[in-house]
């Protein structure tokens, strides 16, 4: 039995063509304009008004502990930009757009680093793997661009693991009403797990199992975690897709004597697949969102672990760092909601 499929909604590439942003389009680009400039705005204003409060603060308890004195010479610190006495609280725009330029310069720093160190050791890594020895590798701290990509590897390592345990249990419980009510209840409980407790439960786990000190557990922990937070989502969507198939394409399965392996590969999924990506999109949001709490209390090198270190850290410049990791943070979830957005549109069929 062949299958058809047509795309529900092609990917729209209008914008590529002249006189795109005419009538409401550009009045919708406007107001998207109008919105980042008030809210640039709102959070100058709001970082002002912090900052004064911390200020006056700091210049009333030198008052208060050290004299008339002291406050005016912690006024006049204040004043003069000095770092030592400046008030730590939420950074304006300016400060946060120096904390990206801080962290950028020091990833160059850190290439540049890593690029000497792969020159230097390069004949030795050469002798060392021709004996089959492993490799000497650079073990300087990461940069914030290499957190990110431990993080985007972590993540992808997660939605995976979540595929591979999610899709084909759902098939199975779709196939199954008798079996599905009777695991639905394990569904129910482990859901709303934290993820908090599910990385407790696969360090448990992890630390017996593994006992190779040359593998990399925090990793392995996190994605084990990530996958298990996210997993429920294309699950119990699989789970729906399979069961609520067109019964009219099983009947014409059943007469053509099709195999249950060829009716789930020919049949089953092409019709489940537009459930099963929504579930995937979910999957991969909820990925995303827990990977940062996961990253931090696994230790493991990446934006979580960034932003909790500049937390503990509490340098002049270390809640704009925050903040520019919180735009890093958002601004890949959203690409990662496109990718599936687009990838379920594909995937979706009349």
Known sequence: MKTTATLKKPIDFSFLKPGFLKGSKLKGLLFTIVSIIAFVGIWHLGASWLYNIEADRKIEKAMTEQGAAAAEKMKACIASGDVSCQPNTLPTPVQVWSGFNALWADHKVISADKKAFNKKTAKVNASRKAKGLAAIKYTGRPSFVDQ??????????????????????????????????????????????????????????????????????????????????????????????????????????????????KKVFKVILPASLPMIFTGLRITVSVAWMVLIAIELLAQSPGLGSFVWEEFQNGANDSNAKIIVAMFVIGFIGFALDRIMMYLQTAMSFK
């Open 148 to 261: 990110i990509g431990t993080s985007l590897k972590t993540v992808l390592a997660g939605v995976l693991l979540a595929i591979l345990l999610a899709v084909p249990t759902g098939i199975v419980l779709g196939l199954s009403a008798k079996l599905r009510d009777s695991i639905n209840w394990i569904i129910q409980i482990f859901k709303p797990v934290s993820p908090v407790v599910w990385l407790l439960l696969v360090f448990m786990i992890v630390k017996t199992a593994i006992s190779n000190a040359d593998m990399d557990k925090s990793f392995i922990i996190s994605f084990i975690s990530v996958g298990l937070c996210s997993m429920w989502a294309t699950l119990v969507n699989t789970s729906v897709g399979v069961s609520s198939v067109d019964k009219d394409y099983l009947n014409v399965a059943s007469v053509l004597q099709l195999s249950t392996v």
